[in-house]
């Protein structure tokens, strides 16, 4: 019966030593890549919303042009999730999925105003991730930001642009 202590602690010191190894890179590559994710999946969603709708048409250009890269950004990213071993999820959180909701029932002004006004804030907190990871360990990582960070910024100052158009 000792015996079989000694090597269930020796088997949970095993474990534990083996999850302690990853490197804190892996843990950073995650985090960034959920975050990329989760915003590109929560602006896929209000872009497809106010593209559908009627709204001003410098805001449907934008909300079409935000979903057309989406549409072609969220397969890459679950890629670079599968090579860097990440799950990611087509939920989102409460705070925005609540954003979501209250977007729907809008429309024109009402809804062309709130969409640039979170598609600005969206992306502005993108970017400040996609930055932040920019030093990343994870060389999959470095290339991705390199090759989007450059179209973000673009968007973003789009969604500025029309928010301007807009605003009260």
């Known amino acids: 019966m000792a015996m079989n202590w000694r090597r269930l602690a020796l088997a949970a010191v095993a474990l534990w030593a083996s999850g302690m190894g990853r490197p804190h890179a ?5 985090r960034f890549i959920e975050a990329a994710y989760s915003s590109a999946v929560f602006q896929d969603r209000i872009s497809r919303i106010a593209a ?10 934008l909300a079409e042009r935000v979903r057309d890269f989406r549409a072609s950004q969220l397969p890459e990213l679950a890629r670079l999730a599968g090579v860097t071993g990440v799950e990611v999820r087509d939920t ?70 029309e928010l301007s158009a807009v605003a009260p």
Do not use: H, M, W
């Open 52 to 61: 559908a709708k009627d709204t001003r048409p410098g805001v449907k250009a």
């Open 92 to 161: 989102l959180d409460l705070e925005l999925r609540s954003i979501v909701e209250n977007i729907e029932p809008l429309d024109y002004l009402a809804l062309s105003r709130r969409y640039a006004e979170v598609e600005v804030q969206a992306i502005g907190r993108e970017i400040a991730v996609y930055e932040g990871a920019a030093q990343s360990d994870a060389q999959p990582i470095r290339d991705y930001i390199a090759a989007t960070l450059g179209r973000l910024r673009d968007l973003e100052a789009g969604a500025k642009l």
């Open 26 to 30: 892996d843990d950073a590559a995650g």
